[in-house]
């Protein structure tokens, strides 16, 4: 099993910046995949940005340029860092971890991007 807890939402201004952590705990040995998925009011989960244990990195089109996705495998995190921010990013962010016991996600954290 895998735990995940996120940090660092909140409210923010458009073309600001916000960076979220995800902390991973349990058996992280087996993490093959960490993304980043966002939840809009009324819309579906979609996937932002992901980062294979490789090194591996892909995101949403409507992202590029803007978020940088990593991980520090010292300390079992993976960041999102968010610039340029738009109205639009306004969502709730889910943490998702790939490992060989299965899927798991964290709890969420809320951005919302408004004047």
């Known amino acids: 099993q895998v735990q995940l807890v996120e940090s660092g939402g909140g409210l923010v201004q458009p073309g600001g910046s916000l960076r979220l952590s995800c902390a991973a705990s349990?058996?992280?040995?087996?993490?093959?995949?960490m993304a980043w998925y966002r939840q809009a009011p009324g819309k579906q989960r979609e996937l932002a940005a992901a980062?294979?244990?490789?090194?591996?990195?892909n995101y949403a089109d409507s992202v590029k340029g803007r978020f940088t996705i990593s991980r520090d495998n010292a300390k079992n995190t993976v960041y999102l860092q968010m610039n340029s921010l738009k109205p639009e990013d306004t969502a709730v962010y889910y943490c998702?971890?790939?490992?060989?016991?299965?899927?798991?996600w964290g709890q969420g954290t809320q951005v919302t991007v408004s004047p």
């Open positions: 998702h971890a790939l490992s060989g016991v299965g899927i798991s």
């Open positions: 980062i294979t244990s490789g090194g591996r990195i």
């Open positions: 349990g058996s992280i040995f087996s993490i093959n995949v």
